[in-house]
């Protein structure tokens, strides 16, 4: 079944660290992949996706994630982040020739220290 | 546009009572789903519709219905709520399936 994997439960970091989360799902064909943020008391927003092209793509905010088919990853990163990126991080999986179906990854939540 | 509207914010119900979760959406969005989300655990799919008229099951719908008479609303229905059922609930749409979802502000739900 399709399964995604977010490693990093709870992330700490001080602000302009670079950030790395990872995210890996468990489907051999073609997918489009999301990341979303949930900051604190707020509903779910799109931050990026890639559905074709160049895997390297980026979103709001200045977050990027690079799609690696052969790895079945897609890593979100920022190269400095700040303090108000404190959030939950979720990564997302659609795999196009299965049922229609969305799965979410358990999240990551970051914190970030001033 | 309002987007994505659900009612109500709180709710706390009694182990067995019933209620209906609402959800809609103004942007005439074939695509809907309904998740849950606990800590720890992420996002988990209940129910999902591509259309009028089609409803299907996700990841973990069980002790809960779906019905999608029009394009714009979506409902949860609870038929005997359990504790096990305290969650925040959130509904989302897309303009097609495995598009960007655009969430609403969710339902949090207590079961006692």
């Known amino acids: 079944a399709q399964s995604v994997s977010q490693h990093n439960h709870h992330v700490i970091l001080s602000e302009a660290a670079s950030l790395e989360l990872g995210c890996n799902y468990s489907?051999?064909?073609?997918?489009?992949l999301f990341w979303y943020v949930q900051y604190p008391g707020q509903h779910l927003q799109l931050l990026l996706k890639y559905f074709s092209g160049d895997p390297l793509v980026k979103g709001i905010k200045g977050f990027e994630a690079e799609f690696i088919k052969s790895k079945f990853s897609f890593n979100l990163r920022k190269p400095s982040v700040q303090w108000s990126d404190t959030a939950e991080y979720f990564c997302a999986v659609k795999a196009l020739s299965s049922a229609s179906k969305i799965i979410f990854g358990s999240g990551t939540r970051l914190s970030i220290r001033p | 546009n309002a987007g994505v509207t659900q009612t109500p914010k709180f709710q706390v119900l009694k182990t067995g009572q019933s209620m209906t979760l609402q959800c809609a959406q103004d942007?005439?969005?074939?695509?809907m789903s309904w998740y849950r989300q606990d800590p720890g655990m992420g996002l988990r799919l209940i129910h999902y519709?591509?259309?009028?008229?089609?409803?299907d099951q996700g990841e973990v719908p069980n002790g809960y219905n779906v019905s999608r008479s029009t394009t714009e609303d979506f409902p949860l229905r609870l038929l005997s709520a359990a504790p096990s059922q305290t969650s925040v609930y959130f509904c989302?749409?897309?303009?097609?399936?495995?598009?960007?979802?655009?969430f609403g502000p969710g339902t949090r739900l207590t079961v006692l």
């Open positions: 519709s591509v259309g009028a008229g089609i409803t």
């Open positions: 989302a749409s897309s303009e097609r399936t495995g598009g960007e979802q655009f």
């Open positions: 489907y051999g064909g073609t997918v489009n």
């Open positions: 942007m005439n969005h074939e695509y």
